[in-house]
């Protein structure tokens, strides 16, 4: 293998001869390692932090992320390596910090700072610990060269092998001079570091190496080679160099090669690589093989365009076989399937994913895949957030953005959660919410069956989409998700979250919902009604239709309605859940009943959909709604003829302000929710946003295409709302 370095002072790239003299400088890192990357490890260091001359943080973490790269330069605390892993280092290389105890060389039997390296090795785990160990002439030498330590370096290489997974040996009187390696003592500390178990500890070579001959001799040695100065001054190439590294011997000059899809790791294909073949992957950037058939070179995809681009390059722990990590563009298999391996001949469709273009870990269309951060893995780290409305602590506003109720929720909930608060809190809630559904299920009409209780339907939703929409790679072969481009921005939140394949459909320029948009073939679809943030109500005639259609291709749909108590009566779904198992209407407390400080929310539907949710409520916590807030939900669902009264003054209220707005400048869409989507004709949705809040008024504003130039305004109490008018009319 073949370990690419890059030396970091003031911000660049440079090369010093003998750790001192500046030979070469570059400042385009990012795209070195980038290019290093295809070839092999990155040894990264931080030639200022290791000299305690300040740090270039900042560019290390952005360089980091980009290869297989080990990082080092001023690594004194285990912390410290910590910190480098957690940028995305895969190896942290320590230095005098291996030898120093008190200050002092050779405390301790040969030196070593044990109790660092144990530690360390704890911390990170032995296999990333890569202790550099430079000497001249065979006494090892720290704080860039210029402290002798007086510990010889045999010795101490073998007390150091059994907390290190890696020795990086640079023989000082090479560095940087070019003037070949001494291979002797290499074999030597071959010998030293050899394990008595496994795993081994590799060895790499840093430092004078600067011919092809050379770095034959070391792989012979079986040690890896790091370059830096034979490599910036075109003395070796990387792909040179890379190609000498492999055990040609064993595999007779024809080494295999597995091919893998970098985006979503599938084993595409294999082929065999002579040298020819390796050199020219690299020069051409894409896969080239040698044809067994034709005993001729062969770029795949050279007459057909369909290449398989180069990632990278990497040999197999004996160096007799090869993994290229490639982006293919196009199914590679001469069948037309996207990899030889494929059970179905089909070619793989593109892949639907509710993240930006780019962004999205399987996408194949987007370019620029990050690779997962720190220790998470690639679908959190992937993860775009809901970002609710901000509840802000700086000054008491008047709070039009999260929907909330002006009102009070009516004193009999107050006294059930003061009942509530008693020393039965010990016990665990009831996990059915066996009286709170038989309410609810009175009200509404249905059995306690068709009743499930969330902790805010938020939650309910985020089960639905689990429990309902199918995830994974076999349903990303196949159909979406439906929901509408502008809606509830939780939707494409959930169905990442659970890797559900999704396509959002475009609202008329009108901003309502077209029924026959939705009649096509789909995976399940949700939308609000009315929907949010337009607070358009869609005629429950289209609703019907589309759960109609929705149940003849055996689909589930799931109507959102968050905000039906403030639109026209009759609008619900509710009374078509008796005629269609696939229908589930989702209703939350939140809202209309005055209770987002208590999280419940509730699904309607058939027994089977019922079933479904508490599936996946009890493979994730079978209590999400606890006592005091089961207890509140009961008094507030009994509580019909209050919450009528409310959602009438809001109505009222709703309509007085749309009728004061229309005539000072803004365009107001008819609302049924308890918020208006408004736009002004001169000001911007920024500017207006900004204008309310320098006044005490938070309204939300969404910085998405289409709607930017919108703000939701919720309706507040009238006082609240004549201060808004007050404010919005000038
Ligand atoms: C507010 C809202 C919800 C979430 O309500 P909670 O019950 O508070 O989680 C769900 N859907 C829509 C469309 C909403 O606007």
């Known amino acids: 293998m073949v370990v690419a370095s890059i030396d970091i002072q003031g911000g660049k790239v440079v090369q010093l001869k003998q750790g001192a003299d500046l030979v070469l400088q570059r400042d385009d890192v990012e795209a070195l390692a980038r290019e290093f990357d295809k070839y092999g490890e990155i040894a990264v260091i931080d030639l200022d932090a290791a000299m305690g001359k300040g740090d270039n943080a900042a560019l290390i973490r952005t360089v980091l992320p980009l290869g297989e790269c080990r990082a080092g330069g001023g690594v004194r605390t285990v912390d410290d390596a910590a910190r480098l892993i957690d940028w995305g280092a895969k190896k942290v290389i320590v230095g005098s910090t291996a030898f120093r105890v008190d200050g002092k060389f050779g405390a301790n039997g040969f030196g070593t700072n044990l109790a660092f390296l144990e530690a360390l090795a704890r911390r990170i785990g032995r296999e990333r610990v890569v202790v550099a160990v430079d000497a001249r002439e065979g006494e090892i030498v720290v704080d860039g060269w210029k402290t002798r330590t007086g510990l010889p370096l045999i010795e101490t290489a073998r007390a150091v092998a059994p907390l290190a997974g890696e020795l990086l040996f640079t023989s000082v009187e090479n560095e940087g001079m070019m003037s070949g390696t001494d291979i002797e003592a290499l074999r030597a500390l071959k010998e030293a570091v050899k394990q008595e178990r496994d795993p081994t500890t590799l060895l790499t070579v840093a430092g004078g190496v600067s011919t092809i001959e050379e770095i034959?001799?070391?792989?012979?040695?079986?040690?890896?080679?790091?370059?830096?100065?034979?490599?910036?001054?075109?003395?070796?190439?990387?792909?040179e160099a890379f190609g000498e590294s492999l055990n040609w011997k064993k595999c007779g000059g024809m080494i295999p090669v597995i091919i893998q899809e970098a985006r979503d790791g599938q084993v595409l294909m294999t082929g065999y690589a002579d040298r020819e073949a390796v050199r020219e992957t690299f020069v051409r950037g894409n896969?080239?093989?040698?044809?067994?058939?034709?005993?001729?070179?062969?770029?795949?995809?050279?007459?057909?365009?369909?290449?398989?681009?180069?990632?990278?390059?990497?040999?197999?722990?004996?160096?007799?076989?090869?993994?290229?990590?490639?982006?293919?563009?196009?199914?590679?298999?001469?069948?037309?399937?996207?990899?030889?391996?494929?059970?179905?001949?089909?070619?793989?469709?593109?892949?639907?994913?509710?993240?930006?273009?780019?962004?999205?870990?399987?996408?194949?269309?987007?370019?620029?895949?990050?690779?997962?951060?720190?220790?998470?893995?690639?679908?959190?780290?992937?993860?775009?957030?809901?970002?609710?409305?901000?509840?802000?602590?700086?000054?008491?506003?008047?709070?039009?953005?999260?929907?909330?109720?002006?009102?009070p929720p009516p004193p009999s909930v107050i006294e059930a959660v003061r009942n509530a608060a008693s020393e039965t809190l010990r016990l665990y809630p009831d996990p059915a919410c066996t009286e709170l559904r038989g309410a609810i299920a009175a009200r509404y009409g249905v059995e306690p069956e068709n009743v499930f209780v969330g902790n805010g339907s938020d939650e309910v939703l985020a089960f639905a989409f689990a429990a309902f929409f199918e995830s994974g790679r076999a349903a990303h072969e196949g159909l979406p998700v439906l929901f509408p481009d502008v809606s509830y921005s939780f939707y494409p939140v959930y169905a990442a979250l659970w890797d559900v394949p999704c396509e959002t459909v475009p609202l008329r320029d009108d901003w309502t919902l077209d029924a026959t948009d939705y009649l096509r073939e789909n995976a399940g679809l949700i939308f609000p009604n009315p929907n949010a943030p337009t607070g358009l109500a869609l005629a429950k005639i289209a609703v019907a239709r589309i759960v109609e259609h929705q149940h003849r291709i055996g689909k589930t749909a799931i109507i959102d309605e968050a905000y039906i108590d403030f639109a026209a009566p009759g609008l619900?779904?509710?009374?078509?859940?008796?005629?269609?198992?696939?229908?589930?209407?989702?209703?939350?407390?939140?809202?209309?009943?005055?209770?987002?400080?208590?999280?419940?929310?509730?699904?309607?539907?058939d027994k089977a959909l019922i079933d479904?949710?508490?599936?996946?409520?009890?493979?994730?916590?079978?209590?999400?709604?606890?006592?005091?807030?089961?207890?509140?939900?009961?008094?507030?669902?009994?509580?019909?003829?209050?919450?009528?009264?409310?959602?009438?003054?809001?109505?009222?209220?709703?309509?007085?302000?749309?009728?004061a707005l229309a005539p000072n400048g803004w365009t107001v869409l008819p609302s049924s929710a308890n918020f208006i989507f408004i736009k002004h004709k001169t000001r911007s949705g920024k500017e207006a946003f900004q204008r309310l809040r320098e006044n005490g008024i938070l309204v939300r504003h969404f910085d998405r295409p289409r709607i930017a130039d919108y703000l939701r305004v919720t309706i507040g109490s009238d006082e609240e709302m004549d201060r808004f008018l007050e404010v919005a009319r000038t």
């Not at 722990?317 to 030889?340: I, K, M, Q």
């Not at 059970?343 to 962004?359: H, N, V, Y």
């Not at 620029?368 to 509840?391: C, D, F, H, M």
């Not at 989702?586 to 999280?599: D, E, I, P, Q």
Request: aromatic share 8%; charged share 25%; hydrophobic share 40%.
């Open 216 to 239: 034959r001799m070391v792989a012979e040695a079986g040690a890896d080679v790091q370059l830096g100065m034979a490599l910036y001054t075109g003395k070796v190439s990387l792909g």
């Open 612 to 659: 479904g949710l508490c599936r996946v409520r009890d493979s994730f916590n079978s209590y999400p709604v606890d006592r005091i807030a089961q207890a509140a939900a009961l008094a507030a669902v009994r509580e019909t003829a209050y919450y009528d009264g409310l959602a009438r003054r809001i109505i009222q209220t709703r309509e007085r302000v749309c009728a």
């Open 572 to 605: 619900s779904a509710v009374d078509l859940v008796k005629a269609y198992p696939n229908l589930l209407v989702v209703r939350t407390l939140s809202k209309s009943a005055s209770l987002a400080g208590l999280r419940v929310g509730f699904a309607l539907g």
């Open 287 to 407: 896969v080239c093989l040698h044809s067994r058939t034709r005993d001729v070179l062969w770029m795949k995809g050279a007459n057909s365009g369909q290449t398989l681009r180069l990632r990278r390059l990497r040999a197999d722990c004996d160096r007799d076989a090869l993994l290229a990590v490639v982006e293919a563009s196009a199914g590679v298999c001469h069948t037309g399937a996207w990899s030889c391996f494929a059970t179905d001949q089909g070619l793989r469709k593109e892949i639907a994913c509710s993240l930006p273009k780019g962004d999205c870990p399987r996408s194949f269309s987007g370019d620029s895949w990050k690779p997962p951060r720190g220790y998470l893995n690639i679908r959190a780290a992937s993860l775009t957030p809901y970002v609710p409305g901000e509840q802000p602590r700086d000054r008491a506003y008047i709070k039009l953005n999260t929907n909330e109720n002006p009102y």
